[in-house]
T-cell receptor, first 112, second 113 residues
Framework: SQQGEEDPQALSIQEGENATMNCSYK?????LQWYRQNSGRGLVHLIL?????REKHSGRLRVTLDTSKKSSSLLITASRAADTASYFC????????????FGSGTQLTVLP | DAGITQSPRHKVTETGTPVTLRCHQT?????MYWYRQDPGHGLRLIHY???????DKGEVSDGYSVSRSKTEDFLLTLESATSSQTSVYFC????????????FGPGTRLTVT
């Protein structure tokens, strides 16, 4: 079963605009992570937010976490054509299991 | 790609044949993972390892076995490949206690005909 579910499934924007992707999850988590995957490549880790954190920044990325709503969002500001990729949220559940459960991803297209 | 390689990168095999995929890391990380990626499903965990000879099942482990005899190598075996195992397989590694970020290999595209 998938822990994270992204919304929207696909997003198309113009270069320079901001892109927001949302993720919902089902169980209590240790942390939530966001990954990027360019076509035909492996996943690249972007950012990790712990369950006791509410917001985190890394360069043009801003992640928020609302544990009461079991949701997270990823904001990419001032998007570039090179940001075109699939973005996945993934969660580590609370407890002893060391398993990262992925959502099905958001396909972001940034048009030049 | 964080010192992680996968071999082969592409493989076509026939139904019923055994297949072994190899993941090799140079980072000396304790945790290693095998995922499969299929359209509409994201990544799903097959098996993972938390040390030499220490492995556990993931969400979709049926039809797969793994072995880890050295820290740097994690092998995924399909004992008798089926068409439903056609997929892209990714290996990942994670430092520390396995609750942090994971670093992924480039993937192996497996086609079972």
């Amino acid at each position: 079963s998938q822990q994270g579910e992204e919304d929207p499934q696909a997003l198309s924007i113009q270069e320079g605009e901001n892109a927001t992707m949302n993720c919902s999850y089902k169980t209590s988590i240790n942390n939530l992570q966001w990954y990027r995957q360019n076509s035909g490549r492996g996943l690249v880790h972007l950012i990790l937010i712990r369950s006791n954190e509410r917001e985190k920044h890394s360069g043009r990325l801003r992640v928020t976490l609302d544990t009461s709503k079991k949701s997270s969002s990823l904001l990419i500001t001032a998007s570039r054509a090179a940001d075109t990729a699939s973005y996945f949220c993934a969660a580590i559940s609370s407890g002893s299991a060391r398993q990262l459960t992925f959502g099905s991803g958001t396909q972001l297209t940034v048009l030049p | 790609d964080a010192g992680i390689t996968q071999s082969p990168r592409h493989k076509v095999t026939e139904t019923g044949t055994p297949v072994t995929l190899r993941c090799h890391q140079t980072e000396n990380h304790r945790y290693m993972y095998w995922y499969r990626q299929d359209p509409g499903h994201g990544l799903r965990l097959i098996h993972y390892s938390y040390g030499v000879k220490d492995t556990d099942k993931g969400e979709v482990s049926d039809g797969y076995s793994v072995s880890r005899s050295k820290t740097e190598d994690f092998l995924l075996t399909l004992e008798s490949a089926t068409s439903s195992q056609t997929s892209v397989y990714f290996c990942a590694i994670s430092p520390g206690q396995g609750v942090g970020e994971q670093y992924f290999g480039p993937g192996t595209r497996l086609t079972v005909t």
